[in-house]
């Protein structure tokens, strides 16, 4: 089975220039969550869907973001303009009906330098 | 505000000696704590998970120690292997909201 996937999966850009990142998650799963990786700040939610809507957006750092999720195979992350420190390394992730487990699968990642 | 903290940063061990990462949280509402494990590269992955219901979790060469009363949990990984060198984050997450809260992480290096 094909687990979650990521678009694209290296991203180099910039200042100024509009970023989308793009994720499809695993079929059947209800769940999709946005993460963000650096050094600085670890693993940190951006945002979190469920059933293509938006639940929590707190972690969303500033109006330049902004995600979709648009059917419940598709969600984008959009960055616009985007700012040297948003280089990161972007996961999404999905998880089936909420149950005991809660286990989030993660994709492989998109690899975002802006210039 | 960091809700999870983890230790340590960084970790050596023998190959067949045991890894033991630890975790702290914040938050009495946490009702959910799983560990992943991220190789270079690669989106975080699933190792273990324990609800605060047990004291302990045991998955092959891997156990959760859990202490409600101290809200901390740890990671202890017997027989470590080359293989196992990765870095392991400790998780959290509440009932109603399923995203979780991930600690820093520690980057563990198993020299053979």
């Known amino acids: 089975d094909a687990g979650v996937i990521q678009s694209p999966r290296h991203e180099v850009t910039e200042m100024g220039q509009e970023v989308t990142l793009r994720c499809k998650p695993i079929?059947?799963?209800?769940?999709l969550f946005w993460y963000r990786q650096t050094m600085m700040r670890g693993l940190e939610l951006l945002i979190y869907?469920?059933?293509?809507?938006?639940?929590?957006d707190s972690g969303m750092p500033e109006d330049r973001f902004s995600a979709k999720m648009p059917n419940a195979s598709f969600s984008t992350l959009k960055i616009q303009p985007s700012e040297p420190r948003d280089s990161a390394v972007y996961f999404c992730?999905?998880?089936?009906?909420?149950?005991?487990?809660?286990?989030?699968?993660f994709g492989p990642g998109t690899r975002l330098t802006v210039l | 505000q960091q809700q999870v903290k983890q230790s340590p940063q960084s970790l050596i061990v023998q190959k067949g000696g045991i890894s033991i990462i630890n975790c702290a949280y914040e938050?009495?509402?946490?009702?959910?704590f799983p560990w992943y494990q991220q190789f270079p590269g690669k989106g975080p992955a699933l190792l273990i998970a324990?609800?605060?219901?047990?004291s302990e979790k045991k998955e092959g060469r891997f156990t959760i120690s859990f202490n409600k009363s101290a809200k901390q949990f740890s990671l202890h990984i017997m027989d470590s292997q080359p293989g196992d060198s990765a870095t392991y984050f400790c998780?959290?997450?509440?009932?109603?909201?399923?995203?979780?809260?991930f600690g820093s992480g520690t980057r563990l290096q198993v020299q053979p």
């Open positions: 992730a999905s998880s089936p009906e909420p149950g005991y487990t809660d286990t989030q699968y």
């Open positions: 079929s059947g799963h209800n769940s």
């Open positions: 869907f469920n059933n293509n809507v938006p639940i929590d």
């Open positions: 938050n009495t509402a946490f009702d959910y």
């Open positions: 324990i609800r605060p219901d047990v």
């Open positions: 998780a959290a997450s509440k009932g109603g909201r399923r995203a979780l809260t």
